[in-house]
């Protein structure tokens, strides 16, 4: 019979949760929302500047929430690899 080779934490991470799936925020949009408001800024239109400043403070939650959701990824992939790695 062949010998099986154990690698160190294979097998040992708990699958991720599985909440109910979330809707992504439109990042593209959000993004084309705040180079609009900077342009407007810069270029001296007042007044459309302010209005899509409302329209971009509305924006901030689905950021932090995206930023979370990236911080959270980086922290699953550095937690593997320090499996991978023996903490080194």
Known sequence: MAEVIQ??????????PAGPPRPLADLDAMGE????????????R???????ARVV??????WLG???RVEALRQE???ALDLLTGGA
Request: glycine share 8%; hydrophobic share 40%.
């Open 77 to 79: 992939l550095a937690a």
């Open 7 to 16: 690698f160190p934490g294979a097998g040992a991470t708990p699958p991720a």
């Open 66 to 68: 995206e930023v979370a």
């Open 46 to 52: 007042e007044r459309e500047a302010d209005l899509l």
């Open 33 to 44: 929302r705040y180079v609009a408001y900077c342009e407007a800024r810069d270029s001296g």
């Open 57 to 62: 403070a509305d924006d901030t939650p689905a």
